[in-house]
Each structure stands twice: as structure tokens, then as C-alpha cells.
């Protein structure tokens, strides 16, 4: 079941995504948590960081899994979504080192990481599943056409994902990797709860097809109307086709 939230601004997503998020952090004496990359969560990432310092909220006894990461980048590059994760949250929450999971994307073994990644998962169980949604629909790198029983695996990035994401990398845009270590769609609907926030315009097709479109592997995202615990919240712009 899919519980739509439409809010007026990017501000009040954010907010309103933070007391979802706290609420499950609230409930769980060790609770775990999925996390997206992108511009969507950073409002959400400022809240959880704000509360930390205002309110002592602690991440001691918190897990988080990330989503996804590039292949082939040292683990400390500045594009990768290990730096992202750690300058936009982890620091300013003060979590542990090894409470923090991210696939490694410059593993030898890049298949042995997949599978190490899935078993580490499945050794907790994710409380809540953070999601931001790509223009065409896609969740983590799960481009239009991934199988839905897919499980953490090695992507090739369509030509349109690099260059949008060229943006970020200031040498050529030979620089933009290639590849990319995603959880699957499986791995993302095994989570307790799953949170899904948008802004803009340009996702307004994208949150049409999560919340009225037909559940098909050319809308990734349409997977999350078989969830039973989703909470999608929007601004107008992103809500505007519905
Ligand atoms: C991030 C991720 C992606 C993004 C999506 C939206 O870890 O896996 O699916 O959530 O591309 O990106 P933004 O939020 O930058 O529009």
C-alpha cells in the first residue's frame, strides 16, 4: 500500500520525510536503515543532522546500507557516494565506521561483493528503505527493464545517466565511470517500510507511473504498489500529473 504525501516545497519534504525517518529510528533499539545518494534526501540528511545536534537523537545502535555505488573509484574520489554519504550525513551524525555499508566499488572481485553485499543484508533486515526516483522511473541504477527479482548486481550506465551525472565530474566526461553496483529491485522490496521522496517537474511522469501506472518493468519504480508499506512524499510540481 502506497501512502501518498503532497507538500507545497522542497523544505517541507524534507521535513516531513525526517519525521518519518525518525519515527522508525524511534522504535528500533538497533534499527537499520537504506540510503539513497542524490540531491532528493540532502533536505532530509540536513534534518537528521540539525536533531543530532539539537535533540542528542544517537546513531550507535544504527545500520545503514546504501543503495548503490560507482565502479571503479577509489573509495575516497570525490564523486563517489561514499564521500557523498560522508559529507552530507555520517559526519554530522556521528555514526560508526562499522556500523556504515556501502558496496565497494573498486572491489577485485566485483561479483564476490554483490553476493557479499546481498548475504550482509540479509543478515540484518532493513527497517526502512530510503528512495529517491529517477525522470525515467528507475530506483538505485534498476534502469526501465530490470527484473523485478533482482538481486545486488553490476550495472552498465546508460549513456543518458552519465552525462547527466557529468555534470558532477569536473574532468572530461571520460571521467564518469561506466559501471555502477546497485542493490536490485528484490534486494530494495525486502525492507520493512520504504520512504520515496521527489521534487520537480521532472518527475512528475516518473511519480505518475509509481502511483497510477500499470506495475511493469519499464516503470521500475511501479514495483513499490506490490510493497505493502510505502510512504511516497512530493511536492506539487512532482505530484502535478496525477
Ligand atoms: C541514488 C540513486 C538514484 C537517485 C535518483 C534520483 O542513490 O540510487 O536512483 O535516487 O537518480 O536522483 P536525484 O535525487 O539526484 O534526482
Known amino acids: 500500500m502506497i501512502k501518498l504525501i503532497v507538500v507545497e516545497n522542497y523544505e517541507e519534504l524534507s521535513r516531513e520525510a525526517f519525521k518519518v525517518m525518525k519515527e522508525v529510528i524511534d ?34 545502535n544504527v545500520t545503514t546500507f546504501n543503495l548503490d555505488e560507482y565502479v571503479g573509484l577509489k573509495k575516497n574520489h570525490r564523486e563517489t557516494y561514499y564521500t557523498f554519504m560522508h559529507k552530507n550525513l555520517f559526519e554530522g551524525i556521528e ?10 566499488g573498486d572491489s577485485e572481485d566485483l561479483d564476490g561483493e554483490c553476493r557479499k553485499y546481498e548475504q550482509a543484508m540479509s543478515d540484518y533486515q ?17 534502469e526501465p527493464g530490470t527484473s523485478f527479482d533482482s538481486l545486488t548486481h ?20 571520460e571521467d564518469v565511470p561506466t559501471h555502477a553496483i546497485t542493490m536490485g529491485i528484490a534486494t530494495v522490496m525486502k525492507a520493512k517500510k520504504i520512504l520515496l521522496v521527489a521534487n520537480g517537474e521532472n518527475k512528475a ?16 519504480a511501479s514495483v513499490l504498489q ?16 496525477l
Open 154 to 173: 553490476i550495472v552498465e550506465l546508460k549513456e543518458r545517466t552519465r552525462q547527466d551525472n557529468a555534470r558532477f565530474f569536473t574532468d572530461l566526461e
Open 205 to 220: 511522469d516518473a511519480i505518475y507511473g509509481l502511483i497510477k501506472g500499470p506495475v511493469s518493468e519499464d516503470c521500475p
Open 126 to 142: 532493513v527497517d526502512i528503505q530510503l528512495l529517491g526516483i529517477g525522470g525515467n522511473g528507475h530506483i538505485g541504477f534498476n
Open 226 to 241: 506490490n510493497h505493502d508499506d510505502v510512504v511516497v512524499i512530493v511536492d506539487k510540481a512532482a505530484a502535478s500529473k
Open 27 to 60: 522504535s528500533k533499539s538497533h534499527p537499520v536503515l537504506g540510503l539513497a545518494t542524490g540531491s532528493s534526501p540532502i533536505g532530509l540528511y540536513k534534518n537528521m543532522i540539525q536533531d543530532h545536534k539539537e535533540n542528542g537523537t544517537s546513531y550507535e
Open 95 to 104: 555514526i560508526p565506521e562499522k556500523n556504515v555499508h556501502i558496496p565497494v
